[in-house]
Nanobody, 123 residues
């Protein structure tokens, strides 16, 4: 099982980025995929999640209306489109795979993690 994030960058406030999470070694049909972030000195927090069926998505209140999670089953890849970025969004972003019944924002319930990608938003 492998998850590899990419797409992190330095961007100005108000800008956009699209993060990718390339997966291998398992079927997206059997795992929920979550995006988490961790800023220096802060706990890892759930940002978004897409269910194993792809039919349900979840977002933290802080990113609702600005971030969109999606997936491409043919490419085994997940995406996090981030618009209207704010300096508070600066963090290392991780994708993680968990069982279909996962409590989406609870990091401890995810079994597999990527290495993370840095997002820095300048003011």
């Amino acid at each position: 099982v492998q998850l590899v994030e990419s797409g992190g960058d330095l961007v100005q406030a108000g800008g956009s980025l699209r993060l990718s999470c390339a997966t291998s070694g398992f079927s997206l049909d059997y795992y929920a995929i979550g995006w988490f972030r961790q800023a220096p000195g802060k706990e890892r927090e759930g940002v978004s999640c897409i269910s194993s069926s792809g039919g349900t998505t979840y977002y933290a209140d802080s990113v609702k209306g600005r971030f969109t999670i999606s997936r491409d089953n043919a490419k085994n890849t997940l995406y996090l489109q981030m618009n209207s970025l704010e300096p508070e969004d600066t963090a290392v972003y991780y994708c993680a795979a968990g069982p279909p019944w996962v409590t989406w924002s609870r990091a401890s319930e995810y079994a597999y993690w990527g290495q993370g990608t840095q997002v820095t938003v300048s003011s």
